[in-house]
């Protein structure tokens, strides 16, 4: 069997599994329903690009960012400001002094570092520095929080941030990409120069400020209160069903309106990720064979050498980092727009971080089409291990009483067999197949 030809079976094989969720209630695992096997791929997919863009980084640069979930909460941030209708009087009220405290705040930080660089005393030129910011933070304290005030105190119930510019949602998927790849340039300029295990924590320490940032500053993005009702690139369901021509259209193929609106707009959704899904492969093809992705990885197996060869390794991992980082940022926009809300208190950086890079580890590291297969299989095992690890623990405790000790337990744990079940696929591939199911070339 050639490798063309296995790899393609694995992929078969996933969607064979998804054809299965749809149409099947075999072994209790199977849910038998084309809405849950069409919600399983559509987040998929969108891992499938999560998975993709961390392979840039780690793949072809070998630079560990775990800060994964701070660039895909910008992506969603970006659907709130793109695509949402501005507040009703919230940008008269606070919004330009918010835009002008951002300005200050921008120029201080501006400031800072030219006082650092023009000044060459070595006991003078920290204390100017550290003068510019404390004098630049009050100031831009002083401008920013009566904004803030006023824009919050604008219908807190329903609103209480600044909201969007109305644009088309789709418009928002790229926009997410640039925002993440601008946040990504900052950091990079920062922390690419610190050894990998630093670059890991730096990365989560940053994500974990994005996050508490979108928590915290309801102006921006309601906080815990969540941003609801987000637009959509596909019709409402409800407006689907009370389509005549649609409803008949439905009855001829044997659904009820409700299912099959459901099943348009999700599929819908399928075919929209695919695009993005199939556009960000080829481009990652291309660059893969290109001599520019050759020399990141020539750089990823010896900077050293690389360096001495004249390659700037700083700023092509840089590149790379950036490049990686808004394909999250791109995923994150989508996914906000697949749950049409955006909540920033579910976004968990260790739970989903481990996640992606156990699809990126699987489905073989350096490898685009790898990094696909292991987001579509490990989203799909992540979702169907809890109705198994439940399907299991009844087998185990079928001859206990009910009102068993350890049967109780066993059965109320089964919730918990996701993460030792990853744990296990991820030591089973490091053991029989360490470069991953669809190994690098």
């Known amino acids: 069997m050639t490798e063309t030809v296995k790899h393609t079976l694995l992929f078969v094989a996933v969607g064979l599994l998804l054809l299965l969720e749809g149409t099947t209630t075999a072994f ?26 961390v392979n840039l980084q780690w793949g072809f640069a070998g630079l560990f960012n775990v800060g994964i979930m701070g660039f895909t909460a910008l992506g969603g941030l970006a659907v709130v400001l793109i695509a949402t209708p ?20 921008a120029t201080t930080i501006f400031g800072a570092i030219l006082v650092y660089h023009k000044m060459s005393g070595k006991r003078t030129r920290p204390l100017a520095m550290i003068a510019v910011l404390i004098v630049g933070f009050f100031i831009y304290r002083g401008v920013l929080d009566p904004g803030v005030e006023a824009v919050e105190s604008i219908n807190p119930a329903l609103a209480g941030n600044i909201g969007g510019l109305g644009l088309p949602v789709l418009l928002a998927w790229p926009v997410g990409g640039i925002l993440a790849a601008g946040v990504a340039w900052v950091i990079g300029k920062t922390a690419l120069g610190l050894r990998s295990d630093y670059l890991a924590i730096a990365t989560l320490g940053i994500a974990e400020i994005i996050l508490s940032v979108l928590k915290n500053e309801d102006w921006l993005s ?36 409700t299912t099959a609106s459901t099943l348009y707009v999700k599929l819908g959704y399928s075919l929209l990720f695919t695009a993005v899904l199939l556009v960000l492969l080829w481009m990652a093809q291309m660059a893969l064979k290109s001599p520019w992705g050759r020399m990141m990885r020539a750089i990823r197996d010896n900077e050293v050498a690389a360096n001495a060869m004249g390659k700037d390794v700083t700023s092509r991992h840089l590149q790379i980092f950036i490049l990686g980082s808004a394909i999250c940022g791109i995923a994150g926009a989508m996914m906000t727009t697949l749950d ?34 292991g987001g579509l299989l490990v989203w799909f095992l992540w979702i169907k291990v809890e109705p198994l690890g439940l399907m299991l623990m009844d087998i185990l405790t079928a001859g206990m009483a009910e009102d068993n ?25 490091l053991r029989f197949s360490p470069r991953g199911l669809i190994p690098e070339k």
């Open 86 to 105: 501005a507040t009703p009087g919230a940008w008269d009220a606070g919004g330009q002094r918010i835009l002008l405290a951002l300005i200050l705040g």
């Open 222 to 257: 309601r906080g815990v209160k969540n941003v609801v009702g987000l637009p959509r690139p596909v019709p409402y369901e409800v407006d689907l069903q009370n389509n005549p021509d649609f409803v008949e259209q439905a009855a001829a193929w044997g659904f009820d309106a």
């Open 28 to 53: 209790g695992v199977f849910s038998g329903s084309w809405n849950s096997s069409l919600t399983i791929l559509n987040m998929g997919l969108i891992s499938a690009i999560m998975a993709l863009g």
């Open 405 to 429: 000790g350890l049967r109780v337990h066993l059965l109320e744990s089964a919730a918990h067999m996701r993460l030792f079940t990853m744990g296990l696929i991820l030591l089973l591939v």
């Open 340 to 373: 049409s809300q955006l909540t920033p208190g579910t976004y968990n950086p260790l739970r989903f971080t481990f996640l992606i890079w156990v699809m990126v580890i699987v489905g073989g590291s350096g490898n685009n089409f790898g990094a696909v297969l």
